[in-house]
């Protein structure tokens, strides 16, 4: 599973990062997949999954590398492994009509069908606000419904699209079990999550 947490990673130029998806694998690996992923059917993911990012933030922090995006960098990391892990049909790190997509579930094909059958997350790796609105606007002109925009924060920012927050109570937790209900209400079999 090394591959699936650390993707976006090696897709970026600072070498923090790589350090990063060897400290998130290195605690996935404590835990266990099947532990995890036991957690996950019975709809008490929520608090290995919060358990799993405070350590990995946690083990960054000790080596002093935390950067302005690195909570963010880390949650994406984390999100990939999940969906991988829940066998959560994906399309990560796209471009559908020029706007680019973090995460679309359960793809952009989908996404130009039936938008109201998608779920799009972003990963903003900014606290600029203005930036973050512009993310937001630009995934509008591809997914009308504004509750299918999920973003993922620092801090709740009030903008008017559903947020997860990474302090605090570690509202990004709750995500996968919010994902599996908004997918197992669709019809379509593609939505299927098949290992849970």
Not at 33 to 52: A, H, M, P, V
Not at 73 to 82: P, Q, V
Not at 179 to 192: H, R, V, W, Y
């Amino acid at each position: 599973m090394l591959f699936s947490i650390t993707t976006l990673i090696y897709n970026k130029p600072n070498s923090d990062l790589l350090e990063l998806g060897e400290i998130l694998y290195g605690i996935i690996s404590e835990y266990g997949e099947q532990r995890i992923l036991s957690d996950i059917i019975q709809g008490e993911s929520t608090e290995i999954i919060k358990s799993i990012f405070e350590q990995c933030i946690s083990n960054i922090e000790k080596n002093g590398e935390m950067g302005p995006d690195t909570r963010v960098t880390a949650a994406e990391g984390l999100s990939h492994y999940l969906l991988t892990m829940a066998m959560i049909p994906s399309k990560r790190k796209t471009t559908f009509q020029s706007v680019e997509i973090d995460i679309a579930v359960p793809d952009t094909i989908t996404l130009g069908t039936s938008p109201q059958d998608v779920i799009l997350i972003s990963f903003p790796k900014t606290n600029d606000i203005n930036v973050i609105k512009s993310q937001i606007e630009n995934m509008k002109k591809i997914q009308p419904n504004q509750d299918n925009i999920w973003i993922v924060l620092e801090e709740d920012m009030k903008l008017g699209a559903k947020t997860y927050t990474l302090s605090r109570d570690i509202t990004f937790a709750n995500m996968v079990n919010d994902l599996i209900s908004f997918t197992a209400g669709k019809k379509q079999s593609k939505l299927k999550i098949f290992k849970i």
